[in-house]
Nanobody
Framework: QVQLVERGGGLVQTGDSLRLSCAVS????????MGWFRQAPGKERDFIAA????????YYADSVKGRFTISRDSAKNTVYLQMNSLKPEDTAVYYC???????????????WGQGTQVTVSS
């Protein structure tokens, strides 16, 4: 049973920073891609960023490039999303997900966490 557990959401103000974490258990993700997505109320779930476990290659959506950073600690099987200069439009439920394959393909994720709420007040 693969489990992904996100932590770190909360209520912050515009311009603040927040770091989300996603702990993976139940499977070795040596060759897996980890991704972060978000879903705002009434909107579809959107891709934010992805990282490969082995090479550390990263890929970002244009909407967060330069403000968000994805990283991973392979020893802890944990992926992080550092979010800086947060804006009200970043308010959403944030999900981590895992898959095999290319980080540059935004779909195809097989495993998902339960999500963590991030709210940015103006």
């Amino acid at each position: 049973q693969v489990q992904l557990v996100e932590r770190g959401g909360g209520l912050v103000q515009t311009g603040d920073s927040l770091r989300l974490s996603c702990a993976v258990s139940g499977r070795t993700f040596d060759s897996s891609v980890m991704g972060w997505f978000r879903q705002a109320p009434g909107k579809e779930r959107d891709f934010i960023a992805a990282i490969g476990w082995s090479g550390g290659s990263t890929y970002y959506a244009d909407s967060v490039k330069g403000r968000f950073t994805i990283s991973r600690d392979s020893a802890k099987n944990t992926v992080y999303l550092q979010m800086n200069s947060l804006k009200p439009e970043d308010t959403a439920v944030y999900y981590c997900a895992a898959k095999s394959g290319s980080i540059y393909r935004r779909g195809g994720y097989d495993y998902w966490g339960q999500g963590t709420q991030v709210t940015v007040s103006s």
